[in-house]
């Protein structure tokens, strides 16, 4: 299939490299900043602020998955988590 | 505790993970850029470096190749950080000298086992080094 032949809508193949890495960065922080507070909360044991920065987690994460999943053809390496849930599928 | 030099120009994930690394008990050291990362790897002597691989002024593939190729920093573990995670970069990092290879977002339990993992291996090979110097 050339370019010209592509569904327009498919952002698989219009949304380049770069943009991908840029949007990852940002999300990287959100996950990681949030991810330190979630500790620290449970730290100290306030399991309002818990629950909501798990929400934020969760949140992140799963765009994290659409991202990847929109952007499979691009990806990789899928490495997996810690729990061992993730995959590594080269494509 | 262990080490850890991280090398990253963003402020905001230098920021972010030295804290997370540091609040699990690691001494962290700083490097803004991939000529940095080379000059404190051979001054502050880490015992493992954090490399990501999109730096200024040297970049991480660079700078772990030249880590690599000299004699008093070629025994450090060097894991690559990318937020790229696209074809062909895992081969790149490992064909540079990176000993492993992590993406962006970071799972901190993840790499915390890469961590360490390296420094059980490093730890190993200094063992039998001095066994065999001895």
Known sequence: MTDGERPPEDLRYLVPAALLHDLRTPLSQML????????????????????????????????????DANFQPLRVVVLEDASGTGTDTPS | ?????????????????????????????????????????TADCPDIILMDMSLPVLDGWEATRRLKANESTRHVPVIALTAHAMSGDRDKAIEAGCNDYDTKPIDLARLLGKIETLLAEAAVRKDSAGASAS
């Open chain 2, 1 to 41: 505790m262990a080490k850890i030099l991280l090398v990253e120009d963003n402020e905001m994930n230098r920021d972010m993970l030295s804290r997370r690394l540091v609040r699990k008990g690691y001494e962290v050291v700083l490097a803004c850029d991939g000529q940095a990362g080379v000059d404190m790897a």
């Open chain 1, 32 to 67: 990681g900043y949030s991810e330190m507070l979630l500790e620290q909360a449970e730290e100290v044991k306030n399991e309002e602020l818990v629950r909501d920065l798990r929400k934020i987690r969760a949140a992140g994460w799963k765009l994290l998955a659409l991202m």
